[in-house]
Each structure stands twice: as C-alpha cells, then as structure tokens.
C-alpha cells in the first residue's frame, strides 16, 4: 500500500448549451405554407415557410398571449398568423395584422432567428443574447455535384451535451477500446485558430466488409455542424448536424453520400452497396458510443496521458460558443 494520499478525480462540471447554427428542419419536410414545431437550445421553437419559398425561425410563443404558434398556426402569404386571436406576424417577427383591430401593436415583436438555408437543411442561428452570427456554413460541393447519390440519414436522441459528442473527433485513443480499430487514428493536423475547427486524420477503417485505409478530413462548423471527408479509393462526405434540446439532450442526425461512379459498369449500383457499408459502420459506431455518452460524468481538468489526443485544445475552441447566458 502507497504511503500517498490518492488524489480524488477533479471536479465534475457541467456545459452549457451553446451558441450556433444548428439544424431545425430539412429543406424537403418544410413545404410552403408549412408550420414546424420543434425544441432546440431549451426554447420552444417554430419554422415556418412563406408562399415566397424563404424559411424563417421564431420563439414558439406569440406575444400576444402566449399560444404556440406552432400547434394550429398557419402561414398566410408570408406572415404567421396565431391560433388563438389570428394575430399575424411578418418574417422580422412583427405584428403585421389583428384582424379585430385598424391597428397593429409594436410590443408584439416576435423573436426571431436567423436563417440560412442550404445543402438540404435549414440551419438557425441560436444565441442566447441574440448575437449576429460570426462565421457562415458555406455550400458542400459535393451536395451539388450530381455524380454524388442522394443522402443517407440516420437520426439518434442522445441523452448528452454536443461538446461531448464533438470531442470523439479528437479523442482518438477511444477506437480500439469502443470501436475495436487495432489502430488510432493518427491526427496529422487540427487547427482551432477561427470558428471552424479543421482535423486532418490517417485512418485504418475497420469493417466486417474490408480494410480501407485513407485520410479522413473534418470541419467542424461551431458546434452544430460537420463535414468528414474520407478520402482513399473512393470520394464520401458524412454531414454530422447536433442541435441541442436541453442542457444534457440532443438530436445527432447523419448525412451520408458517395460518388456514384468510377466502380466500373454496374457505377450507381456499387457506388449504393458501398454507401450502404459506410452507414452501418456509421450507424454501428454510434450505438456504440451513446451509451458511453450518456453514462459519463464531465470531468473539467481529466487526467490525460500523452497520447489522447488534442482534448483540451477542443475544449477551448468549444468554449468560444459559450455564451455569458449559457
């Protein structure tokens, strides 16, 4: 037995949501005139589509007297008109209309968020001290490019913070113990310098289907947003989306898609079964990871060896999407 007192793990913290662009629909489920209702950032949430095609964001709550907009509201021309008193609303969040009333009412300004709207989804700016955004999620070539298949998706509820989903893309030492890869990946660059945080990889995937060895690249767009590009024989891109429900619940979704031609004669036929292994692989490594995220404590200052990876250097370009309201 040691004659050193043993010294108890440090503290276990908390994190708070953060600040970003997070996914709240994909473009295809919001037609127009259609009203979404969704909980993101702790708020309750709706999205809307005007009959001019633009996607818009608001608070769920009119301010009026407080019915949700997004249970029985419906979209007139551009506006959001509420259910309770018809009260409708323009896309700046502005009461435009009361129908009982010649006038409207300027302290009915409705909340909302800025949109953007591209590579299939509709991505809100969430702040809690309603900040303008500081970078922009650019268009993904690939989304354009019609050699590439339409996406895969997987979708998952995950009792955890986005922070700790993020930090697996740094935490190379997890593979062989969670996801039994022989090898780590070998982490050749990770620049945290801006908004959007980039890791370059060597990779041995690691499937019951074969070995395929490459580079994996990743962006990582705040902390809602991803793009992983695997690059060895063949071209894919995985579009990860992490929006936060509450402080400790969040919707990960996956977007997968590879190039659909350069497999010979049968191109769009391989280039499918293809998509299809890299999604399980995908899929099975999620299933293999949730339970390790919604079992484990935050501890703020771990105890890490010289080999984990970059953990800290995330944690500090994470705290850039800390908000003094977090």
């Known amino acids: 037995m040691s004659g050193?007192?043993?010294?108890?793990?440090?503290?276990?913290?908390?994190?708070?949501?953060?600040?970003?662009?997070?996914r709240v629909a994909d473009s295809a489920d919001l037609n127009s005139g259609e009203v979404i209702a969704l909980r993101a950032c702790a708020r309750e949430l709706v999205v809307w589509r005007t009959a001019d095609g633009e996607a818009v964001c608001a608070d769920a709550f009119c301010p009026h007297l407080g019915a949700h907009l997004g249970m029985g509201g419906r979209v007139v021309g551009d506006s959001l008109v509420c259910p309770f008193h018809g009260w409708s609303f323009d896309t700046g969040g502005k009461n435009c209309d009361i129908p009982y009333s010649d006038r409207t009412n300027g302290r009915a300004q409705l909340l909302t968020h800025p949109v953007v709207e591209r590579n299939g989804f509709v991505l809100a700016w969430i702040h809690p001290e309603g900040s303008a955004p500081t970078f922009d999620i650019p268009e993904l070539p690939e989304v354009l490019d019609p050699e590439f298949l339409?996406?895969?998706?997987?979708?998952?509820?995950?009792?955890?913070?986005?922070?700790e989903m993020g930090e697996n893309a740094v935490d190379r030492c997890h593979f062989p113990s969670v996801h039994l890869n022989k090898v780590p990946?070998?982490?050749?660059?990770?620049?945290?310098?801006?908004?959007?945080?980039?890791?370059?990889?060597?990779?041995?995937?690691?499937?019951?289907?074969?070995?395929?060895?490459?580079?994996?690249?990743?962006?990582?767009y705040g902390p809602g947003f991803s793009a992983t590009r695997f690059?060895?024989?063949?071209?894919?891109?995985?579009?990860?989306?992490?929006?936060?429900?509450?402080?400790?619940?969040?919707?990960l979704r996956f977007y997968?898609?590879?190039?659909?031609?350069?497999?010979?004669?049968?191109?769009e036929e391989e280039a499918r079964a293809l998509a299809l292994v890299y999604t399980g692989h995908i899929d099975e490594q999620a299933r293999e990871d949730i339970p390790i995220w919604e079992n484990k404590a935050y501890i703020e200052s771990p105890a890490l060896s010289d080999v984990d990876g970059p953990i800290l250097e995330y944690r500090r370009w994470a705290q850039r999407f800390h908000s003094n309201l977090s």
């Open 256 to 267: 997968f898609t590879v190039r659909r031609t350069g497999y010979g004669e049968s191109s």
């Open 150 to 163: 339409p996406y895969i998706v997987s979708s998952y509820i995950v009792n955890t913070s986005v922070q």
């Open 4 to 22: 050193a007192a043993s010294k108890p793990v440090d503290s276990i913290g908390s994190i708070p949501i953060p600040f970003g662009w997070f």
């Open 231 to 251: 690059r060895g024989f063949v071209d894919t891109l995985l579009v990860a989306t992490q929006t936060p429900i509450d402080v400790n619940q969040c919707e």
């Open 185 to 220: 990946p070998e982490i050749i660059e990770y620049d945290t310098t801006s908004d959007i945080a980039r890791i370059l990889s060597r990779l041995l995937l690691i499937t019951p289907y074969g070995d395929f060895p490459g580079e994996i690249e990743i962006h990582q």
